[in-house]
């Protein structure tokens, strides 16, 4: 019993000199988080895969990823508006509220004071509350004293309102995390978006240069095959021109052969008939004997002359013919 009234007076002092009443701690053991992903991350997966399964290009990949993080941010920023206002309303109300339970709370340290008062001077000093929160002192009981009941009412319902402040306050907080890793998780995005669309110009940058190099290359074949087309066709026009000499020079030197082949055989003929049959047409006269049944040539042959000459000649003759032929 004696302690309690010197952490009283202990209290009422440190009010005095403007500090705060020590509360106990009521707030709530908190629970175990457990980690989990966001909706964003989620949703950016299930874009990226979506995207891997499509195909799509990287611009639409960019524009769907801009949407998404536009809608977040839309989405955060309303969250947090919300939030802001409900934490300012509570705040509003909770200063109000902290007033009038300041009010209480002043009034129960007077009435504490009050009561060492009668406890230390051995008289009893009745402590009525009025309407201002302020009080009189009586000699008798003769009105409504305030129980110890209702001061420990009072005081449970500022500590329910503080251990409601500090639910509300952990929830601002976790909240303002989550806000926090929202913002860092769309800035590590966005440097790498920034670093993808790096990436892009450079492999475009990449793409026109061997574009370029492809079409220099391929204008450069077509001249090469231009020329090589325009060299054939004078090849050819050469080889053909060439193969035309020579088949006129084959069709010459067969035409000279041939004329030579029959001079050949014309004489040939005529030795013949010069060595073998001429000797024999001993009762002809030569004039008889050699009249020419065509036009003169230039070597007359033996089929060019009518043969006048006695049956052994003859016979011989006509041996020679089957032989050559």
Same mark, same amino acid.
């Given at each position: 019993?004696?302690?309690?009234?010197?952490?009283?007076?202990?209290?009422?002092?440190?009010?005095?000199?403007?500090?705060?009443?020590?509360?106990?701690?009521?707030?709530?053991?908190?629970?175990?988080?457990?980690?989990?992903?966001?909706?964003?991350?989620?949703?950016?997966?299930?874009?990226?895969?979506?995207?891997?399964?499509?195909?799509?290009?990287?611009?639409?990949?960019?524009?769907?990823?801009?949407?998404?993080?536009?809608?977040?941010?839309?989405?955060?920023?309303?969250?947090?508006?919300?939030?802001?206002?409900?934490?300012?309303?509570?705040?509003?109300?909770?200063?109000?509220?902290?007033?009038?339970?300041?009010?209480?709370?002043?009034?129960?340290?007077?009435?504490?004071?009050?009561?060492?008062?009668?406890?230390?001077?051995?008289?009893?000093?009745?402590?009525?509350?009025?309407?201002?929160?302020?009080?009189?002192?009586?000699?008798?009981?003769?009105?409504?004293?305030?129980?110890?009941?209702?001061?420990?009412?009072?005081?449970?319902?500022?500590?329910?309102?503080?251990?409601?402040?500090?639910?509300?306050?952990?929830?601002?907080?976790?909240?303002?995390?989550?806000?926090?890793? &929202?913002?860092?998780?769309?800035?590590?995005? #966005? !440097?790498?978006?920034?670093?993808?669309?790096?990436? $892009?110009? /450079? @492999?475009?940058?990449?793409?026109?240069?061997?574009?370029?190099?492809?079409?220099?290359?391929?204008?450069?074949?077509?001249?090469?095959?231009?020329?090589?087309?325009?060299?054939?066709?004078?090849?050819?026009?050469?080889?053909?021109?060439?193969?035309?000499?020579?088949?006129?020079?084959?069709?010459?030197? &067969?035409?000279?052969?041939?004329?030579?082949? #029959? !001079?050949?055989?014309?004489?040939?003929?005529?030795? $013949?008939? /010069? @060595?073998?049959?001429?000797?024999?047409?001993?009762?002809?006269?030569?004039?008889?004997?050699?009249?020419?049944?065509?036009?003169?040539?230039?070597?007359?042959?033996?089929?060019?002359?009518?043969?006048?000459?006695?049956?052994?000649?003859?016979?011989?003759?006509?041996?020679?013919?089957?032989?050559?032929?």
């Amino acid at each position: 019993m004696a302690a309690a009234p010197a952490s009283d007076e202990d209290d009422f002092e440190l009010y005095n000199k403007g500090g705060t009443f020590s509360r106990p701690n009521v707030r709530a053991t908190r629970q175990k988080t457990m980690t989990m992903e966001s909706g964003g991350t989620q949703e950016l997966r299930r874009m990226f895969a979506d995207a891997r399964q499509s195909g799509i290009t990287l611009e639409e990949l960019e524009a769907k990823m801009v949407d998404l993080f536009r809608t977040k941010e839309a989405e955060m920023n309303g969250r947090l508006g919300k939030a802001m206002e409900k934490v300012e309303q509570l705040e509003r109300h909770e200063c109000v509220s902290n007033e009038n339970n300041l009010k209480v709370y002043r009034a129960l340290v007077l009435e504490y004071q009050m009561m060492l008062e009668e406890l230390t001077s051995g008289a009893y000093i009745h402590v009525e509350r009025l309407q201002e929160y302020g009080y009189s002192k009586k000699g008798n009981c003769g009105g409504s004293c305030v129980a110890s009941a209702e001061r420990d009412n009072y005081k449970s319902e500022l500590d329910s309102l503080h251990e409601d402040y500090s639910k509300l306050y952990d929830s601002f907080k976790k909240l303002r995390k989550i806000a926090e890793e &929202q913002k860092l998780e769309y800035s590590g995005l #966005h !440097e790498k978006y920034l670093e993808r669309v790096e990436e $892009v110009k /450079q @492999l475009q940058g990449k793409l026109s240069r061997l574009r370029e190099d492809a079409k220099n290359k391929l204008e450069q074949a077509s001249k090469d095959m231009e020329n090589c087309m325009r060299e054939r066709e004078e090849s050819l026009i050469g080889l053909r021109l060439k193969v035309r000499q020579l088949e006129m020079d084959w069709k010459n030197s &067969q035409r000279e052969l041939e004329i030579k082949v #029959h !001079e050949v055989r014309r004489l040939s003929e005529w030795r $013949v008939f /010069q @060595l073998f049959f001429f000797p024999l047409a001993l009762d002809v006269p030569h004039e008889q004997c050699l009249r020419p049944e065509g036009p003169p040539s230039y070597l007359p042959t033996l089929s060019n002359y009518r043969l006048c000459f006695s049956g052994r000649a003859r016979e011989e003759y006509d041996v020679v013919n089957k032989t050559k032929t």
